[in-house]
DNA sequence: CAGCTTCATAACTTTGCGTTATATTAAACC
DNA sequence: GGTTTAATATAACGCAAAGTTATGAAGCTG
């Protein structure tokens, strides 16, 4: 015989509020469809679930086994109600986040730490990507937040976009490098140091090139490229390589590795760096919160940029 | 947000699976109404269970964490089949049984042992009583076999008489009793023994007034009276008391209690040992079930009476 | 025994599950 | 790469059953 796991759920809650009326309370439901479905469920089981005439009312001994299991289902079932409310609150869940290599890793793989440490059942899948093809991903749905720097003029009209930092660049070497003790860089002596040079097809390699032509370098050495961030660190601190980094990414790291920017202006681009999401209503409960977070933290980083660069001044 | 366990088992059974129409086929339903209940699954979770457009239908994390919960409400609802079907074969369930005192203790006591060791879950429960209480008891449904002795005239009308035993009483005494060298007993050596009688208002003491007025004896004392049938046979094999028994109970005690039978014609009763019940429809199974038990113990009783008297005659 | 609480019943509405028939879509195969 | 095949989605509709309010019956109170 088979039977219904609702019915199970109601002869639980009878039994263990201790009569009709309470149980339908504990549910949510009239007291006549309690007792009518309890009726039915005796009729069908043709036997009863309850002692008769006694009103403390009293299961027999097959009504307070149906009872534990009926006790199961409503477990289960509040696990489950429990899975689905952290799931729409955004507690769990899974999303998708992709930006360029360099940001990512320099800036965004600390806010996910940060993220994971406060809401830890929801997992981050990253990747790395330029603007067009996350673009792409984003529209097929295989992609969450995609973190790029982009033109305000470029921001596709099917998708949102909510700038997070602007854009800004600097030429960074070792510390101790010999034009850290330059008060006023020429081209000429740049032209003197070997790049490390972004992947070729990265905004951050264009960013480059633009850069030198301003102030006037023509002619400039590429000593090595593609590596990533960590990799790029590696050669700049072991040489007398430059190289071209978001400010952020170098104001994340200056604690931590042994490099430090040029006072030379190259001018900055006119992107700005954001977060690009399909649409507002689509996304994901879990991919909202991280969004509002990793936005949080950025209006943190800007704060504290501001801060330090005041600081610096005073100096 | 509640949620029905019958969707999430429907979800248990898709990911077990591996399909909606696997899954369908294995709740024993149609294809689209598990198909539409997922959807409308999915609608009121407001999130995919499934990831979109891959055809070895593969859960998402959210979906598969609720198919477990699923899998706890159908393996919740199993167990709940399979207690209602072992209480409607009469593999468990509750059997109140009742009957006069020395027959229970004597016979009906070793029955139920072996009953509950064919049948382990069914408890039975057992008390004592004539035959008017107990019909009442019957009647008011707190009662669901009778064992007693009664004139087939005197069944009532409602009720239900299985006869399992011609009435039969025998006298007892010790073992070695001076009695049991006597081939031919006469009143006068009874008289010289006083008896151990059954409790006053229990028919077997109306039978031992009728059984000595039969045989003569009008004068007879009685040294004890009211025991139980332990008590009887106690005082019974430490003295020279005498006792009337059912002949069903010694022979169940002859290989036990160092007790016999004397071979005098008493007469015997115009009733018969049987199983009263209430109505062959509103039984339990499991009273059904042990009602069918005792009869069949009893036909087996009978035969082996019968061998035994064969024997005895050979003798 | 009167009053109160609790459970059962009645009558009706609404929800939603089940069905079959059919359209779509993804996978597989040549 | 197009065609075949299998799996899933959609549509339309009947029906079982769960929900509702109103009301009657039956046990426990004092």
Known sequence: ??????????LAAIVEHGG???????????????SRTLSQLEARIGA????????????TDLGLAL???????????????????????????????????IFMDGVIASMIARFQQEIPDVRVDQSYG???????RLRLGTLDIAIVPLRRSRVPAD????????GLNVVVCRENHPLTRSKFITAKEIENYPWIAPP?????????????????????????????????????????SLTILPYSVVFMMKDHARIAALSLDIGHPDRELGLLVASEAQQSPAARRFRTFVHAQFESLSRRIVQHRKDQLWR
Do not use: W
């Open 1 to 10: 015989m088979k039977l219904d796991p609702r019915h199970l759920e109601i």
């Open 20 to 34: 009709l009326t309470e149980g339908a309370e504990a549910l949510g439901k009239s007291q006549p469809s309690v």
């Open 48 to 59: 009863p679930l309850f002692k008769p005439g006694r009103r403390p009312l009293q299961p």
């Open 67 to 101: 009872a534990e299991q009926g006790q199961a289902v409503l477990k289960a079932n509040a696990k489950a109600s429990d899975l689905v409310a952290r799931f729409r609150t955004g507690h769990s869940g899974l999303v998708r986040v992709a930006g360029t290599p």
């Open 130 to 136: 330029y603007a067009d093809p996350l673009i792409e």
């Open 159 to 166: 998708l949102s976009f909510q700038p997070i930092l602007q």
């Open 200 to 240: 070729a097809d990265s905004p951050l390699y264009k960013d480059l090139r633009r850069a030198l032509s301003n102030i006037g370098a023509e002619d400039f050495r590429i000593s090595c490229s593609g590596g990533s961030l960590a990799s790029v660190i590696g050669v700049l601190t072991g040489s007398d």
